[in-house]
C-alpha cells in the first residue's frame, strides 16, 4: 500500500492551501487516516484524524477552525484544507494510514502506511 501525497509548497500568513493524500490499494473507507507534521528539530506532531468509517474527526487545538480533514471515498483520498496559515504552520507534512479502527490516533508507531511528506512554509 502507498499513500501518494501532494500539494505545498511556499505560502504567506494568511493563505491557504490543500494537501491530498491518496490510497494506492484498497478502499479508503477501510483506513483510519490521520496527518502528522514534523518541523526540524521536533519529533512528529499528530494534527488532524478521520476515523475508519470516517464518522469522527479529531483535531489538534492549534488548527481547529483553521485545519479541516476530508475523506472522499470516490477518489480513495483524503484532504487536508488549510487555512489562515500560520508561521508556526511551516513542517513537513505526512499522512498516514492503517486499515481499521484506532485505539488512539494519535499515536505514530499504530500507523501501518505513511505518505512521503509534503513542505508547507509560512512566511510573513
Known amino acids: 500500500v502507498q499513500l501518494l501525497q501532494s500539494g505545498g509548497g511556499s505560502l504567506q500568513v494568511g493563505s491557504s492551501v490543500t494537501l491530498s493524500c491518496e490510497v494506492s490499494?484498497?478502499?479508503?473507507?477501510?483506513?483510519?487516516v490521520a496527518w502528522f507534521r514534523q518541523a526540524p528539530g521536533l519529533e512528529r506532531e499528530f494534527v488532524c484524524s478521520?476515523?475508519?468509517?470516517?464518522?469522527?474527526?479529531n483535531y489538534i487545538d492549534a488548527v481547529k477552525e483553521r485545519f479541516t480533514i476530508v475523506r472522499d471515498n470516490f477518489k480513495n483520498a483524503v484532504y487536508l484544507e488549510m487555512m489562515s496559515l500560520k508561521p508556526e504552520d511551516t513542517a513537513t507534512y505526512y499522512c498516514?494510514?492503517?486499515?481499521?479502527?484506532?485505539?488512539?490516533?494519535?499515536?505514530?508507531?499504530?500507523?501501518?502506511?505513511w505518505g512521503q511528506g509534503t513542505q508547507v512554509t509560512v512566511t510573513s
Open positions: 498516514a494510514a492503517t486499515l481499521g479502527p484506532l485505539q488512539s490516533e494519535t499515536r505514530v508507531d499504530l500507523y501501518d502506511y
Open positions: 490499494e484498497g478502499s479508503i473507507a477501510s483506513y483510519s
Open positions: 478521520t476515523r475508519w468509517g470516517g464518522a469522527n474527526t
